[in-house]
C-alpha cells in the first residue's frame, strides 16, 4: 500500500527518482533519447512502479506539485547532459489530469527557464485517450506545447479509443507503436498487417515511429525492414538508474 502522505512528504526529495531506458535509431543502433520513468524510492528504499503511484498522486491534487517537480527534474537532467555535449531527446510521460491542467504549459515554459535545457530535445509522450477526454482543450494545450519547440508523441499507439482523424488535426510529431503489435512479429499475420499499415498511415502524414517493447533480433530485422525510425526495448535494455545509464551510454573513454 502506497500513502497519500508519504508520496507527498517526499515531494522535492531522491525518493522521487527518473530511471531512463534508451531509444535507438533504426538505421546505427545508437542512442537518439530516452524515456524518463518515475521510480519512487519508499522509506525502506524500496522502488514502487509508477503504475501504483501516478494513480495515488492523482486522486488527489499532488499530481500537480509532484508533476512540476518532475518536470523540472528532467529538465535539469537534459540540461546537465547538453552542457556536457550529449544531445539526444528526453521524453516524460504525461497523464490525462496533467494535460488537462490550465497551467501545465506554464509549469513547462518555467522549466525550460529556470534550467535552461534546450526544449526542442524534449518530448512529451501522450495517451491516444488523453487527448480524446477533452479535444478542443487537449488540441489548445497541443498548440501551446508545440509553440514552446517540444515534440509530442502518442505513446502506446493503437490500442486506446481512438480516431484517426485527430492524427492530422493534432500536431503529433512522433507515434509510438504499442508493444501488443509488437509481441507477436515476425510470425503473426495480424500483427505484421497492423504495424505495416501503421507505420504506412503514420509515414504520409510525416510522423516519426517509434517501434516500442523491441524483445528480439527477428523483431528488429522485420521492424527495420518496415521502416521504422526508432527502437525502444528489453532487446536493447530496460530503463536504468542514471548511474547505470551513464556509464553504459555516456561514458567517453
Ligand atoms: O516504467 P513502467 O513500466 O513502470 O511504467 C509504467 C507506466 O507508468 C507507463 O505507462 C508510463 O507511461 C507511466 N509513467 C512512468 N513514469 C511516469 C511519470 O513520470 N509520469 C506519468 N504521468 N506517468 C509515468
Ligand atoms: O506506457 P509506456 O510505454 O510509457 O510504458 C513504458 C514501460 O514499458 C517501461 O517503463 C517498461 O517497464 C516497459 N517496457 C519497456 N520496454 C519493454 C519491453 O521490451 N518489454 C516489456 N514487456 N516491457 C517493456
Ligand atoms: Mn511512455
Ligand atoms: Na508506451
Redesign the pocket.
Known amino acids: 500500500l502506497i500513502l497519500e502522505s508519504d508520496l507527498r512528504k517526499s515531494v522535492g526529495s531522491d525518493q522521487y527518482e527518473y ?1 531512463y ?1 534508451p531509444k535507438v535509431n533504426a538505421n546505427t543502433h545508437t542512442l537518439c533519447g530516452v ?1 524518463a ?1 518515475l521510480r519512487w524510492k519508499n522509506n525502506k528504499g524500496e522502488y514502487r ?2 503504475i501504483d503511484v501516478i494513480p495515488v498522486l492523482e486522486s488527489s491534487e499532488l499530481i500537480i506539485d509532484a508533476g512540476r517537480y518532475l518536470i523540472n527534474q528532467a529538465c535539469l537532467q537534459l540540461k546537465s547532459w547538453q552542457d556536457k555535449g550529449h544531445f539526444f531527446d528526453v521524453a516524460i ?1 504525461i497523464s490525462a489530469r496533467q494535460l488537462l491542467e490550465a497551467d501545465l504549459v506554464e509549469t513547462i515554459t518555467q522549466a525550460i527557464n529556470n534550467t535552461g535545457c534546450n526544449p526542442h530535445f524534449l518530448e512529451l ?1 501522450l ?1 491516444e485517450s488523453v487527448l480524446m477526454c477533452d479535444v478542443n482543450f487537449a488540441l489548445k494545450q497541443l498548440k501551446s506545447l508545440r509553440e514552446l519547440g517540444i515534440k509530442i508523441a502518442i ?2 499507439f493503437g490500442t486506446g479509443y481512438s480516431s484517426l482523424a485527430y492524427l492530422s488535426r493534432f500536431p503529433i510529431n512522433i507515434l ?1 507503436v ?2 501488443e503489435f ?2 507477436d512479429l515476425p510470425s503473426n499475420k495480424d500483427s505484421i498487417t497492423i504495424c505495416r499499415s501503421i507505420i504506412e498511415l503514420a509515414h504520409n502524414l510525416n510522423l516519426t515511429i517509434v517501434a ?4 528480439t533480433e527477428d523483431q528488429l530485422k522485420f521492424l527495420e525492414s518496415l521502416g521504422v525510425e526508432e527502437l ?4 536493447f535494455d ?2 536504468l538508474p542514471l548511474s547505470d545509464f551513464e556509464n553504459k551510454y555516456l561514458a567517453t573513454n
Open positions: 530511471f531506458q524515456e520513468l512502479s509508477p510521460n509522450e495517451t505513446d502506446d509510438k504499442d508493444r509488437i509481441k516500442e517493447g523491441v524483445e525502444q526495448g528489453y532487446y530496460k530503463p
